[in-house]
């Protein structure tokens, strides 16, 4: 069974700092690529950054510069590390994978809000 667990979320200060934690488990995370989602109040769910297996990384324009997407595939675990927060930065943030088959999975969200 497929599980995806995120922590690490809060309430900072813009300008402030956060490293989210996406713990996995139930599918051999070291060769499934990984991605970070957010969702804020009214608005689509956005990728924010993905990982591949190899490590090669992705990041949406609006945090290039800003946030890290790194992962431990000895712990299972996928990070976010996001500096330089900005309000518009407030949001769930969701852990993803996909499957080659089109399945895809999320974790529960973990609250991110940034007061200017």
């Known amino acids: 069974q497929v599980q995806l667990v995120e922590s690490g979320g809060g309430l900072v200060q813009a300008g402030e700092s956060l490293r989210l934690s996406c713990a996995a488990s139930?599918?051999?995370?070291?060769?499934?690529?990984m991605g970070w989602y957010r969702q804020a109040p009214g608005k689509q769910r956005e990728l924010v950054a993905v990982?591949?297996?190899?490590?090669?990384?992705n990041y949406a324009d609006s945090v290039k510069g800003r946030f890290t997407i790194s992962r431990d595939n000895a712990k299972n675990t996928v990070y976010l590390q996001m500096n330089s927060l900005k309000a518009e930065d407030t949001a769930v943030y969701y852990c993803?994978?996909?499957?080659?088959?089109?399945?895809?999975?999320w974790g529960q969200g973990t609250q991110v809000t940034v007061s200017s």
């Open positions: 993803n994978t996909e499957w080659p088959n089109g399945a895809k999975y």
């Open positions: 990982i591949t297996r190899g490590g090669e990384t």
């Open positions: 139930g599918f051999i995370f070291s060769i499934n690529a």
